[in-house]
C-alpha cells in the first residue's frame, strides 16, 4: 500500500456525492455493504467507510491497548485488492490499526474477530472484502463488531452511511495506525478445525469431492481435507471462470454432480465464494436439502436440551427430528445476522438456513462453510464403517414431507399487498392454521403442511415455500398462491 499521500487526496469526500440516490447509498444493504464494483462500490465509499469505521467500533475507550486494532480480510475477486487497500488507508489514516490477514474467508475472518492472533490486543470489530456468493461483477464489506457480533444495517452500518452522507467524519489522526502482517493465520484456522471435528480421522475410508467454485476455500481446502480428496476449481480465480460462486444453482453444482457420478463418490461437497456457505450432494449425486443436516449437526456435537436456531423456511420434518431428538427448535427471521445474534443469545448449540449457512457456538456462535464440511465427513465416516451412506441418515429427515423448495415470483412490486393477498388465498383454501408466524413474511402451519410467504430485501420478488403430505396437496398450495396474483 502507498504511503505517499494521505488517501483521502485520492478519495476526497466529495467523491460520494456522485453514489448517494435518495438520501442513501444503495451498497448499503441490510446485512452489509454489497454493490457492483464501480458503481455503486468504489474505492472512495470503502476508504471513507474505514475512515468512519473505528468511530462505530470503539464507541467507548478500550483500556490498555493503546490504538484499537481491526482485522481485516479480503476473498480473491479481481476488485478485493483495490478495495481492501483503500478500507485500510481509511482505517489506520483514522487512528486504528490493521490486524490484515490478506486473502482469506469471511469465517477466517469471524475466527480472528474473535480469537485474535495472540499476541496482540483482541480486534474491536473486523471487515471481510468480499461479495459472498454474487456474480463477478460484485463485492463488498461485511462488517463484524467485537467477538464477530454481527454488525447489520440496524447495528451500526446506518450511523455510518449517515455520517458520508452528511460529510460528518472525523479529521485524519494525527498518528497514523500500523498495518500489521498476520500470514499464519490460515495454518492456525486449518489446524483448529481439525481439532474440533469428531471422526474426521477416518476419512480415509471416504471417497469425496470437494468444489471450491474457484473462490476462497481453494485457500486452505487441501489442507484441510487431503490428498484423497477428488478436487475441482481448486485454484482462486475471482473471475469464476467454471461456474458462478452460489450453490444453490442447479447449473453451479452440475460440475460436482458428474464428477461424484463418473468416479462412483460417496459424497460430494460445494463451497461459495467466501466459504462462509456450503452446499452437499450425496453418492447418486442429489442436491441435500440444506436445513436436513441440522438434525445431524446437532446429534453430533450436542445433547438433549440445547438450543438450535432454524429460519422461517425450515422443513417441518427438519423441526420434527429436532424435537424428537430433545433439541428445542428456535424459528427465526431469514438472515445470518438473525441467526447469530438468536444462537448467542440463547446460548444455543448450532443453527442452519435453507441458504447454507450454518452456526456453531464452537465457533464462536458465527457460520463456517469449511468447519460444516468437516463436520459432514466425520458424520459420514462414522456411518460408512457401519454400512450406511447419507442418503440413510437424511431419509428419516426428508421423507415426511413432500417440498416446494424456495419459488422465486419476479416484478412483485407492491410485496406486502401481495403477501396479503396470497394469504387470504390460503386461508379459504385450507382454513385457520394451528400457528401463523409474521415476524418474516407470513408462515402458515397447519396439521398436515405449511406455507410460507416473504419478501426478497433487495429485489421485487416473492418467495413462496411449502410443505405437504402428497405431491397433489403441495401443488394446490402452490397454484392457490400463484393464481391469487395472477
Known sequence: MSSAAPAADRFPLSALACLVKQGHFPAFKAYDIRAIYGQDLTEALAYWVGRALPALLC???VAGIG?????VGRDMRLSSPALAEALIAGI????ADVLDLGLSTTPMVYFFTAEGDGIHALPVGSVMVTASHNPKEYNGLKVSLAGAKPCGYDLGLKEIEAALVAGRVAPPAAEPGRVIPFPEARARYVTWLKAHTPNLERLANLRFAVDCSNGAAAL????LFGPAALYLNAEPDGSFPNHGPNPLEPENRRQLVEAVQANALD???????????VAFVDHLGRFVPPDAMIPLFAR??????DVVVHDVRTSRGVIES???DGFEPLMVKVGAAFAKTALRERGG????EVAGHYYFRDFHFCDSGAFAACLALGLLAQAKAQGHALADLLEPITSRYVSSGEVNLHGIENRAQAIDTVVRALLQLKGEPERRIDFDGVRLDWADGWFGVRASNTEPILRLAGEAPTQAALDALLSTAKAALA
Open 349 to 352: 448449540l448450532c443453527g442452519g
Open 67 to 71: 490504538r484499537p486494532l481491526i482485522l
Open 267 to 277: 459424497f460430494g461437497i460445494l463451497f461459495d465464494g467466501d466459504a462462509d456457505r
Open 300 to 305: 453430533l456435537l450436542g445433547q438433549r436440551g
Open 92 to 95: 489506520t489514516e483514522a487512528g
Open 322 to 324: 429436532l424435537r424428537e
Open 59 to 61: 464507541r467507548e475507550p
Open 220 to 223: 486452505f481446502a487441501r489442507d
